[in-house]
């Protein structure tokens, strides 16, 4: 009885022993990259963007980062006139794909009293025609002297985008081309379309802006634009619902401080729109391979 007694407070002070060496230690290692996800206990934040392809990009980028901070991230696909009105409403957090002063200007003038401007995270954006390199013209001006070989239209994308707006409304009419048609489809339409006309060689002129991954694989210009009817050179800035700030003050951080280089952007959407990669896994490997990127955004 006197041995059974022994071997039962040996196992007892085993046993102790292994709980508290796992209860200093907190059983998982939280230092890996000083961006260990907490299991979102700080809330879930719902972002939207508009399918495009720099949208999408910045869109996974944010999630994983937040993911990592201690957030849950929910995401909605819309158009752009909804996404704006659903973070000024409050019914979505954010949104990382706010194209200023020219392209969504009337969204801006629209709703900006209602809505938080948290800044730039790309800084040379622009907006443009663009059309494949084997083109012999150089200038949308060009344009209306070659309709049968254009088949006198411009292939868009979404109508509530503001390249379509200010394509139909100022670009089209400053340059003859009023009775072209402007084609509607969604940004992975209009690059299909590019697609299938680029391999047979034909002429085709496509709403298009940098940056954006068709650039990779294609040989592609940006027609010329005397009369400068889509802008100069813009940024795309991060807006959020307003009190955002105070309520989720790590999140806005974190989107404050979010900013790319064209090569930096460009690489997270030709992983997903060249090599197939799926979203969620390309933003991750991209935040994984850049810790000195994201440790700037998270300070």
């Known amino acids: 009885m006197r041995v059974r007694n022994i071997v039962l407070a040996l196992t007892l002070v085993s046993v102790l022993l292994i709980c508290f060496m796992i209860g200093c230690t907190g059983g998982t290692d939280s230092t890996n990259s000083g961006t260990s996800s907490t299991g979102g206990d700080k809330g879930t934040i719902e972002l939207v963007y508009v399918q495009w392809a720099c949208a999408e990009a910045e869109t996974y980028v944010a999630e994983a980062v937040l993911e990592d901070i201690g957030y849950?991230?929910?995401k909605s696909v819309v158009e752009t006139g909804v996404m704006w009105e659903s973070v000024a409403k409050g019914d979505m957090d954010a949104f990382t794909t706010a194209w200023l002063p020219y392209s969504q200007q009337s969204y801006w003038e629209k709703y900006k009293d209602q809505v938080e401007d948290l800044g730039s995270l790309f800084d040379d954006a622009v907006?443009?025609?663009?059309?494949?390199?084997?083109?012999?013209?150089?200038?949308?001006?060009?344009?209306?002297?070659?309709?049968?070989?254009?088949?006198?239209?411009?292939?868009?994308?979404?109508?509530?985008?503001?390249?379509?707006?200010?394509t139909s409304?100022?670009?089209?009419?400053?340059?003859?081309?009023?009775?072209?048609?402007?084609?509607?489809?969604s940004?992975?339409?209009?690059?299909?379309?590019?697609?299938r006309a680029y391999n047979k060689g034909e002429w085709i002129a496509v709403t298009g802006w940098k940056p954006h991954y068709m650039f990779f694989p294609y040989d592609l210009k940006l027609l010329e634009d005397p009369?400068?009817?889509?802008?100069?050179?813009?940024?795309?800035?991060?807006?959020?619902?307003?009190?955002?700030?105070?309520?989720?003050?790590?999140?806005?951080?974190?989107?404050?401080?979010?900013?790319?280089?064209?090569?930096?952007?460009g690489e997270v959407m030709y992983n997903i729109n060249v090599e197939g990669i799926d979203p969620e896994e390309a933003a991750r490997n991209?935040?994984?391979?850049?810790?000195?990127?994201?440790?700037e955004w998270i300070v």
């Open 187 to 195: 940004g992975p339409a209009m690059v299909a379309e590019l697609d």
């Open 286 to 295: 991209w935040v994984d391979e850049n810790p000195n990127v994201i440790d």
């Open 169 to 185: 409304e100022d670009t089209m009419p400053a340059y003859g081309l009023e009775d072209w048609t402007l084609v509607e489809s």
């Open 127 to 166: 907006l443009a025609i663009v059309a494949p390199s084997y083109v012999t013209i150089d200038s949308i001006a060009e344009m209306k002297d070659y309709e049968e070989e254009f088949n006198k239209q411009i292939v868009g994308i979404d109508p509530g985008a503001g390249i379509m707006q200010h």
């Open 227 to 265: 009369q400068n009817t889509l802008g100069k050179a813009e940024e795309i800035r991060v807006i959020a619902r307003q009190g955002f700030s105070e309520d989720m003050p790590d999140a806005a951080n974190v989107l404050r401080n979010m900013f790319f280089t064209d090569a930096q952007l």
């Open 72 to 74: 849950d991230v929910e």
